[in-house]
């Protein structure tokens, strides 16, 4: 009765427990900590929406179970919404269904379409979920690069080579949890092209497809002709709506691997609370300009952050999409590693930030850095960052004089 039960023997120690409760001694001492590592948006969602919420909640019918694979009406306006955005046209009684966000939808996909012993290809650094949901359902995880290049594509190729049994799905997430990589449409293309001629499945993570910074809005997968016939697509609200704790996403694509989700689906939840979904109904049928204001505010919370970081002597390159900054660890501290490190900014700086560890081995050396409070909240946490930067530069230069090592 001691030993672990299989699935969870899979699971490796979590990452993030070690910052976590470093964290919650901290507030627990009463110190100010200004937490920047859970990707957890601060932004109230639009009032329309919530206005929606309350409507239909005092209507006692819609208190009721609701339908698990999503109303047709929020299956519908889903369908516009990539038809509007993307030029993709989807059949909603069959090529869409609703999610519990799109972490609840990976990881029944992945229970719904995996077997033991099945490989499936995930980038490295990467969501947690893109493995994990892998692993607990019984498949082996190969790593593949995180950048959307001919690398990538290359290491897609010797994967296929050398794997046995040959990988049956693929997992890309652009704009990247937590690289902030974008992809662009003729990657997409060369994608399609890989995982049709080799039968490949691609579970795409589109949940930041509204959080971008430059002027050419990140593509959808699906738009490339063909790409139906082996893309599931998952999206959210999370992130565009600021709807987070609302937990409404959506997959969408390839008919079989949708049939597959809804069965699935049907066993285990009865769909969100019906006046979510009608708000959800509102969010992407009502006015967008909500979604520009929201992406102006990362992009400016963006700037602030990378200012203060270049002004403290910590370089980090310029995140194109997402809600996060993924940082090389400044080189007097890369030794320690990126858990110690996340440890160290939060004792002498009051900053929490995520280890890159946590979302694969290739994402030690890194931090994420999320753009999740105000923006005279991220100047006061540059300013502790600079100032213990600072710090350590005075006391190594001490030890040089002294001869200390």
């Known amino acids: 009765m001691t030993e672990e039960f299989h699935r969870i023997r899979r699971l490796p120690p979590y990452v993030f427990a070690e910052v976590n409760k470093a964290k919650a001694a901290a507030r627990n001492r009463g110190e100010d900590i200004i937490d920047l590592g859970m990707g957890n948006p601060d932004s109230p969602t639009p009032p329309h929406i919530v206005q929606k919420l309350i409507e239909t909640v005092a209507d ?27 030029g993709v046209s989807l059949n909603p009684e069959t090529e869409v269904i609703a999610t519990l966000g799109s972490k ?15 490989t499936i290809l995930v980038p490295n650094p990467s969501y947690p979920i893109h493995q994990f949901g892998f692993i ?33 799905a693929l997992i890309v997430n652009f704009p990247s949890n937590p690289t902030a990589y974008v992809a662009d449409i003729d990657f997409y293309k060369d994608l399609v092209a890989f995982a049709r001629r080799e039968e490949i499945f691609i579970l795409s993570d589109l949940a930041y497809s509204e959080i971008y910074f430059g002027d050419t809005p990140p593509p959808s997968v699906l738009a490339v002709p063909g790409a139906k016939d082996i893309t599931v697509e998952f999206t959210s609200l999370s992130k565009t709506y600021s709807m987070a704790g609302w937990r409404m996403g959506f997959a969408a694509g390839n008919e079989r691997l949708i049939q597959a989700l809804t069965r699935i689906k049907s066993y285990l939840d009865y769909g969100a609370f019906t006046p979510i979904q009608v708000a959800a109904v509102a969010a992407l049928s009502g006015p967008q300009d909500c979604v520009a204001d929201i ?17 403290a002597g910590w370089s980090v390159t310029p995140p194109e999409g ?16 990126s858990v110690e490190f996340s440890k160290l900014l939060l004792k002498e700086a009051g900053v929490a930030v995520a280890p890159g560890l946590g979302f694969g081995e290739y994402g030690e050396g890194f931090v994420r850095i999320g753009l999740v409070e105000n923006t005279h909240r991220l100047r006061q946490a540059t300013r502790a960052i600079k100032t213990f930067f600072a710090k350590k530069r005075a006391q190594s230069a001490v030890k040089t004089r002294t001869g200390d090592s």
Do not use: C, Q
């Open 322 to 337: 997402s809600m996060f900054a993924w940082a090389e660890i400044p080189e007097p501290f890369r030794e320690i590693g």
């Open 104 to 118: 609840e939808g990976l990881a029944n996909l992945a229970a719904a379409i995996t077997s033991p012993g099945d």
């Open 136 to 168: 607990i359902a019984g498949a082996a995880v190969r790593s593949i690069p995180a950048y959307p290049d001919e690398n990538m594509l290359r290491a897609l190729e010797r994967a296929v080579k050398h794997s046995v049994p040959k990988p049956t």
């Open 295 to 311: 992406r102006a505010l990362y992009k400016e919370r963006r700037d602030v952050l990378l200012r203060g970081l270049t002004g």
């Open 60 to 86: 006692p019918r819609s208190h009721r179970y609701s339908v698990s694979r999503g109303i047709p009406g929020l299956r519908r306006a889903l369908a516009g919404y990539y038809e509007r955005r993307f």
